[in-house]
């Protein structure tokens, strides 16, 4: 398995790795709730889309586009759409939103892992589609600043270190846990930023 881990790092090209650094540099910069986080989430987007289309991985591509859209729209909403058109500030969900979006990902995870079970040969259907539309609503939850999105993205990224570990892809499998791990620090940051802000 060591050895696995250390080839796909000797193999994967310069353009994988500066994707890569770039996510991880957006998710630290989101849970400092610095808004240059946007520029490091673009340029990650960016790359990705050229090499998931290389690799004609085509609705991880798609996926991208809908990632350049949040992307444009949560610096937008974190620079001009908080209290007073002032910046963004941290928001809780409260029940029937905790609802609505974990229902958007059950519903949407087994709308898509049926259709993908049904029509294709994709492998894991379902919980490729639950992670997919796990990281569609919860991107989205990111732009609107809600405290809980952290919570979301610890099952989403737990699921996907799975997911990846069971397909061999260690190297990812890797990168998806360091995100678990830093989404749990994104948590508590946010979680003392929303009380420190409620105090002001």
Partial sequence: MIEAIK???????????????????????????????????????????????????????????YYLGTTAYGFYVWKFGGRNKAEKAIEKLDIKQHFLFSGLIVLGALGLGSFLHFNTDASMPFVDSFTTVGAIVVTYMVTRKYLENWLYWIVV?????YMYWSKELYLTALLFLAYTIMVVFGYFKWLRDYHNQDSN
């Fill in 7 to 65: 080839s796909s790092y000797q193999e994967m090209p310069w353009i994988e790795l500066i994707a890569v650094l770039s996510g991880v540099l957006y998710l630290v910069l989101a849970a400092f709730e610095n808004i240059w986080c946007w520029f490091w989430s673009l340029l990650s987007v960016v790359l990705y889309m050229y090499i998931l289309s290389n690799a004609k991985l085509w609705a991880e591509t798609g996926l991208q586009f």
């Fill in 157 to 161: 990224d737990g699921v996907g270190v």
